[in-house]
């Protein structure tokens, strides 16, 4: 199997599990995450030799799929007390991905949920993009998910407004 094909299987089974996990909640929800730690955790998880330097960079450090990562990979569902994270899925052991979408979903479900997720964009990430080299055109292929319009942020309120919204008010009672 080439490595396009292999990342398009990587793109094809997340959007299937994001469009399922996302089927029957009302509310996405962000863990508690350093966004740093989990982009370097998904450049790591890459098992030895299958995350070369193209370049300068490593093959899948990208500005678009670190941008996918930081904003998204946090994000979970929650249905019937159960945590969903946008990395639980599965994918052929030979795969390249595998390990690193298992290390992903383990360290996303080890952090506590903390948050309504706010998103202002139905895609979240970008398809493909182009690059002219002196031998042709290049696509490179990147994370990205079409959300349903449910979990939008549309509104003029800004993502803390929403958050706010979402939470339950407390009555908190003070003796003086």
Same mark, same amino acid.
């Given at each position: 199997m080439k490595d396009i094909d292999r990342f398009i299987t990587l793109e094809s089974a997340m959007r299937e599990?994001?469009?399922?996990?996302?089927?029957d909640v009302k509310s996405l929800f962000v863990t508690d995450t350093?966004?740093?730690?989990?982009?370097?955790? =998904?450049?790591? %998880?890459? /098992?030895?030799?299958t995350n070369e330097i193209v370049k300068t960079r490593t093959e899948h450090d990208c500005s678009a799929c670190r941008h996918f990562v930081k904003a998204f990979g946090n994000v979970v569902s929650i249905k019937n007390g159960v945590i969903t994270s946008i990395w639980d899925f599965d994918l052929p052991i030979d795969s390249r991905y595998a390990p690193v979408v298992k290390a992903?979903?383990? =360290?996303?479900? %080890?952090? /506590?949920?903390?948050?309504?997720?706010?998103?202002d964009s139905s895609q979240i990430g970008v398809e493909k993009n182009?690059?002219?080299?002196?031998?042709?055109?290049?696509?490179?292929?990147?994370?990205?998910?079409?959300?349903?319009?449910?979990?939008?942020?549309?509104?003029?309120?800004?993502?803390?407004?929403?958050?706010?919204?979402?939470?339950p008010c407390e009555r908190v009672e003070r003796s003086f």
């Open positions: 599990h994001v469009n399922l996990m996302t089927k350093d966004r740093d730690v989990l982009w370097n955790l =998904y450049l790591s %998880s890459f /098992p030895k030799g992903l979903a383990t =360290y996303i479900k %080890s952090q /506590p949920v903390i948050d309504i997720a706010t998103i182009f690059e002219k080299t002196e031998s042709g055109i290049i696509t490179w292929e990147h994370l990205h998910v079409l959300l349903p319009a449910k979990f939008i942020n549309c509104s003029r309120a800004t993502a803390a407004t929403v958050r706010g919204g979402a939470r």
